[in-house]
Each structure stands twice: as C-alpha cells, then as structure tokens.
C-alpha cells in the first residue's frame, strides 16, 4: 500500500484556516496526518476510529503492545476520555497544560483498545504548539499521536525527518519548522499512589513534586521489568551504534576512526581548539534543555552522513539530566538487547 505524501508548509504561530481544513478532513476521513508538537512531530488519527488507529500502527510498523498517547485541545476533553478524572489530574493539568506532560488515567469506555494496548488506562496530553492545537479544535475530535517515525527509529523533530521516515504511508505533513523542545513528553501515571514517572522528560519530577507533593521515579533499570508498555527494547535509536563514555570521548572516537570506522562525538565538557579530522565532533549544550533540544536532530544528522559509531560524553547524573539520559541509555541499546 502506498500513499502520496504532501508536505505543507503552515505558519507556525498562525497556522493558515484552510490548510487546517484540509488537515482535519484528512483526519476524519480516517487518514494520517504529521504535525508539529512543542516536543516532537506527531503522527495523527482519529482516536475514537479503531480502523484509522489501526492504519497508525501500521504506517509506524509499531507492535500493538505499545500504546499510544491521546492529544486533547482542553482539560475539559481530557476529562471526558476518562472515568476518573482525580485531583492530580485537575492540579496537574492546570499547571502543565498545554505543554509537554502526559497524564496517564483510567480510560473512558468508547477508547478503542488499539489506543491503549488493551490495559485499563489512557496516556492524554494537551500540547502546547499553536498548530497541533488548532488542528485537534478543528477536527473536533481527540487525535492518537505517536511520534512520526517508523517504530525504533530516532523521533522527528523537523518535517524533513517526518518525510524521510514515512513517505509513501501517510497523506499529509504539516511542516512548522524545527520543534522547541525536542524530545517527547513526561509521562506521569496518576491511577496510582505516589504518582510515577514512566517516562522522564521536559517536566521534571521535581517541578511535578512541586504540584502534587511526591512522585516517585520510576526506574526501570533499577526496578525490573518495565511497568509502562512499550517502553522495553531499543527505542530512540539511530542506525549508528552508540557508546556513552564517562571521560576520555575524544580518544575513544579516535580510536573508532583508526579502525576504520566513520565516527561521531558528542562532546560535552572538553572540545579540542583544532578540526579532529576524523571524528564528526558535535558540540552540545551544557543545559539539559538546550541538549534536549538538539539531541534528536544532531543523531538524524549524523545518520544521513552516515555514521557507524557516536561516541557519546556522558551527561551529568542529576535529575535535571534524566530525560536525556533516559533517550542516550535507550539509544545505546543493541538490537539484541532484552530490555
Ligand atoms: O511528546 C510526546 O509525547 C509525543 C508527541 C507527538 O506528543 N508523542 C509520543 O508518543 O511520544 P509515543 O506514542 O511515541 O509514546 C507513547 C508512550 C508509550 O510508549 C508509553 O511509554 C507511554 O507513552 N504511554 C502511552 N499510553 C500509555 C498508557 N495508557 N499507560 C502507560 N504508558 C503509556
Ligand atoms: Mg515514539
């Protein structure tokens, strides 16, 4: 099955009426439609249309186990997606919303199963970027967004990664320029008591413990199994391989090249004043949220010059950091690897 894509430029701030009628038609057709989100580029479809859910999965050749989260253009469409809308959620939601936090609640009955991989609950998400939003109000309706990227592979954070990844099997691409913020969102699960972080992101566990006294995290490596679905096996991941090194990135990218390898560098701390001819080095930001910001698209870099190893300076293990090295520890998976 094969599809023609159209990529569609759209004003960013006041995205164009008639190109977000086209875009909603799409969607409640049962289409595809990739647009900009203040974290990532989503792929979108109706959430309450199991058939164009089902497209979703396919287009992304992502496992059913997975569920995917439902984006909402107000707290009060959240609600009704949800049998129990708590305290946290009103607290949480009131604080975050729109912006890059993702709450995790018992699931309205009329929630195809496919949404949320057949369990009890429901990842809902008010994002901040004007297009989605505008785009979700004219549709009227609640719109499934995975990530616009085949399953695996790097998120998209620019129309151009979106294409690369999808073309031939969605209709339509918003292209918004580059997104702000640049991974995925926090996902909080509040059916239980504390809270629990499934996935760190933009919304630290300190800013929601501000709101809603505790939150624990949960961490996956440390705690075993892995208690959100689909957040096992290698995910975030390029088609280099990565190595996270905790000194000496330089030399270990050095000796990569000498092997005869083409090889990048993630640099953190120390950058050499001189061209290192052999290593693709890339300087990142010593702020979390600037890293953030540039980790997706530095790693799709990298790949389209086709990088066999990057060599990655290992980020500071305070809590600010534990979105990034969330994605880097995912990213350095092995194909193999059981977790
Ligand atoms: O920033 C984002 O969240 C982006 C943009 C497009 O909004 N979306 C995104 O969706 O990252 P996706 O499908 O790639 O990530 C969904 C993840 C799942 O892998 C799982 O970890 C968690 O969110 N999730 C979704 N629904 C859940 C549920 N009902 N229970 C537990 N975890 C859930
Ligand atoms: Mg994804």
């Known amino acids: 099955m094969s599809v023609r894509t159209r990529v569609v430029r759209v004003d960013s701030l006041a995205p164009e009426t008639e190109i977000l009628e086209e875009a909603a038609e799409v969607l409640r057709r049962g289409g595809l439609v990739a647009f900009p989100t203040e974290t990532v580029y989503g792929l979108g479809a109706n959430a309450l249309d199991e058939r164009a859910v089902q497209r979703l999965f396919e287009a992304k050749g992502r496992p059913p186990s997975n569920p995917v989260i439902v984006h909402v253009a107000s707290a009060a469409s959240a609600r009704a997606l949800t049998t129990n809308w708590t305290e946290a959620a009103e607290r949480l939601s009131g604080h975050f919303w729109p912006g890059p936090l993702t709450l995790v609640l018992p699931r309205a009955p009329r929630i195809p199963d496919l949404v949320t991989a057949g369990g009890p609950t429901v990842g809902l998400r008010m994002p901040a970027h004007p297009v989605a939003l505008a785009l979700i109000q004219r549709a009227d309706l609640p719109i499934a967004a995975p990530s616009a990227n085949r399953s695996s592979t790097v998120s998209p954070t620019t129309a151009e990664h ?14 918004a320029g580059p997104t702000q913020r640049g991974i995925e969102s926090t996902v909080v699960d509040i059916t239980v008591t504390p809270p ?5 992101g ?5 800013e929601l413990a501000e ?9 996956e490596v440390e705690r075993g199994p892995a208690r959100s679905p689909g957040r096992v096996g290698r995910h975030y991941a390029p088609n280099a391989r990565l190595e996270i090194v905790a000194a000496g990135g330089l030399e270990r990218a050095q000796a990569l090249a000498e092997e005869g390898m083409r090889v990048g560098w993630l640099a953190l701390r120390k950058t050499p004043d001189h061209v290192v001819e052999s290593v ?10 600037s890293y953030s910001a540039l980790l997706y ?3 799709h870099d990298l790949d389209a010059l086709g990088v066999q190893c990057i060599v990655v300076d290992e980020p500071p293990a305070e809590e600010a950091w534990a979105a990034v090295r969330d994605r880097l520890r995912r990213a350095a998976q092995s194909p193999t690897d059981p977790e």
């Open 211 to 219: 709101v809603i006294g505790a939150a624990s995290m949960d961490d």
């Open 202 to 206: 933009p919304i630290t566990q300190l």
């Open 196 to 200: 629990r972080i499934l996935r760190p």
């Open 162 to 175: 979106v294409r690369r990844s999808l073309e031939g099997r969605i209709e339509l691409i918003l292209d």
């Open 297 to 299: 698209a530095t790693l």
């Open 280 to 289: 693709e080095v890339r300087r990142m930001p010593e702020d979390p949220r």
